[in-house]
């Protein structure tokens, strides 16, 4: 009598965001998870999931990562935030690029600093300046390409293996000086800054896999040789899916 073979089981990953044709980084996912699966052998279940379906109670959950992708203003402010409290809360591996950064920031300000009033400029371009955690850059990024010095012992450091890179921007908004020593004093790490010191890459220290980035990762290259960013979350995800050897 042979043994049943049992297949791996397959990660199944929430791409949050508003699809669009217009998003370069959003026409580039396909790329990547067919390079991810071929090159990597790490095969994703990737859903799309709006940013107004991502409100809703438990819309993320059972997902084994969690991607909010760039084209912010988001739909739904409220559903990208919610989804990111989920992975954080839940130990979802969670990745966060460009917009997903922002927004990263913004929901660990009002929920574990305590910042119910912390606002984003492009959602909240009448908030007060004391309350903008994410303010309008005084040089946009859109389109540039900058270098990222990576903290030694990080856990971008492990995934990305150098201490220095090149990434490409499409933003014209950041981290507002102001709140990043709270943000830092209530566990937030800043792994990643470009050379005049401004953070570009944000974790959290004891989440199973946790990273933002204000560059997108995703736009590196062709798409067909995945940024280590990219395939660092697929592998994480993987990992939260539990493997299981065939027999």
Known sequence: MTNPVVTNPVARVALVGDRSSTVQSHVRIPVLLDALAERDGLVLDAYWIPTADAAEPGAVEGFDAVWLLPGSPYRSEAGALAAIRTARERGIPFLGTCGGFQH??????????????????????DAAAEDLV???????????????????GSLAESVIGTERLVERYQCSYGPDSGHLELLRAHGLRFTGEDGDGQVRIVELPGHPFF?????????????????????????AAVRHAGVVPTA
């Open 104 to 125: 990263a920031l913004l929901e660990y300000a009002r929920n574990v600093c305590g910042l119910s009033r912390a606002a984003h400029a492009e959602n909240d371009p």
């Open 211 to 235: 990273l933002a980035t204000l560059f997108q990762p995703e736009l590196a290259g062709d798409g067909t040789r995945p940024h280590p960013v990219v395939r660092a979350l697929a592998s």
């Open 134 to 152: 994410i303010g309008r850059l005084a040089c946009s990024l859109a389109g540039h390409e900058g270098a990222v010095r990576v903290a030694p």
